[in-house]
């Protein structure tokens, strides 16, 4: 996983594991809060300092064209429709 990331994500190798642990821990876990991650997530030390280090990391702000860049990286080549439903 961290291999398909590195080439989305052109972060700091260390940032990268972080970000790594995480994605891996919210889908095991099935939730956002770091709180509840930090039990969850693979990374060195004890449970403090795991979520001092997913406090840290989530205070790092990400390029806004990163995300989408990568979401969109899964779509089919071609045009893509865009349905925006409002509430």
Excluded: E
Aim: some cysteine; overall charge positive; aromatic content about 12%.
């Amino acid at each position: 996983m961290q291999i398909a990331l590195r080439s989305a994500f052109p972060i700091d190798a260390r940032r990268l594991v972080v970000f790594t642990a995480l994605v891996l821990a919210v889908i095991q876990a099935r939730t956002v809060v770091l709180y509840s991650l930090k039990t969850h997530v693979q990374l060195p030390g004890t449970v403090a300092a795991r979520y001092q280090r997913l406090v840290r990391f989530v205070q790092f702000s990400f390029p806004d064209s990163l995300f989408p860049r990568f979401a969109l990286s899964f779509l089919p080549d071609g045009p893509v429709d865009l349905i925006l439903k409002c509430v």
